[in-house]
């Protein structure tokens, strides 16, 4: 089964500054999605940026980069002039494409803080 | 706006009742929806996938006949929890892919079983 990790339970990072969460996943498919959601005290989940394993141009959406190392099997999440908004849980998100079975596979979660 | 809607956002309902949570995609159709349950400070988990048409598929360990799942159309999917229990409580969340690489959340349901 296609797992996901994220070794950093919580991660604080100063108002401004930039701070990279961390994302490994297990596969041996070649055709996957991966995904970083973002979910607020509210509870929606939100979308943050996606990657395709088949694009090896990193994905940026804003002030949100990620590192797509395919090899490695490693997606990190850059945020960068950090904001009091950016404060919530953020989870990755793996999601292939085998005989119908699109679902997604969530890492257990990195809960971010941001320090005024 | 939001594209995918759950109804009721929480319920509060008594042990042994059952409660129905429904999941509507807005503005796109949907043959396949996804059920989680989230609890507290933990992440989301699997619980079912809904098949507009036929059997949804239950993740292992999921009683399917605790947790009745019904996909009438290709807009709505329900959830019930049937004969709830205290141990049911949770924040239960739809989702709905409207592509290949677009899925969709709902608000979530948060369920408390008295």
């Known amino acids: 089964a296609q797992t996901v990790t994220q070794s950093q339970p919580e991660m604080s990072v100063q108002e401004a500054e930039t701070v990279t969460l961390s994302c490994t996943y297990d596969t041996s498919e070649s055709d996957y999605y991966l995904f970083w959601y973002k979910q607020p005290p509210s509870r929606q989940m939100i979308l943050v940026i996606r990657q395709e394993a088949y694009k090896q141009q990193n994905a940026t959406e804003n002030r949100f980069s990620v590192n797509f190392q395919k090899a490695a099997k490693s997606f990190s999440l850059k945020i960068s002039d950090s904001q009091l908004g950016d404060a919530a849980m953020y989870f990755c998100?793996?999601?292939?494409?085998?005989?119908?079975?699109?679902?997604?596979?969530f890492g257990t979660g990195t809960r971010l803080t941001i320090i005024p | 706006g939001a594209v995918v809607s759950q109804h009721p956002s929480r319920v509060i309902c008594k042990s042994g009742t059952s409660v129905k949570i429904e999941c509507r995609s807005l503005?796109?159709?949907?043959?396949?929806m996804f059920w989680y349950r989230q609890f507290p400070k933990q992440s989301l988990m699997l619980m079912a996938t809904?098949?507009?048409?036929?059997?949804?598929?239950?993740e292992q360990g999921v009683e399917k006949d605790k947790f009745l799942i019904n996909h009438a159309s290709l807009t709505l999917s329900t959830l019930t929890v049937t004969s709830a229990h205290p141990e049911d409580s949770s924040f239960y969340i739809c989702?709905?892919?409207?592509?290949?690489?677009?899925?969709?959340f709902g608000p979530g349901t948060r369920l408390l079983v008295l």
């Open positions: 503005d796109f159709q949907a043959t396949t």
């Open positions: 998100a793996y999601k292939e494409f085998n005989f119908g079975n699109e679902k997604l596979t």
């Open positions: 989702s709905a892919p409207r592509s290949r690489e677009t899925q969709y």
């Open positions: 809904s098949n507009e048409g036929s059997k949804a598929t239950y």
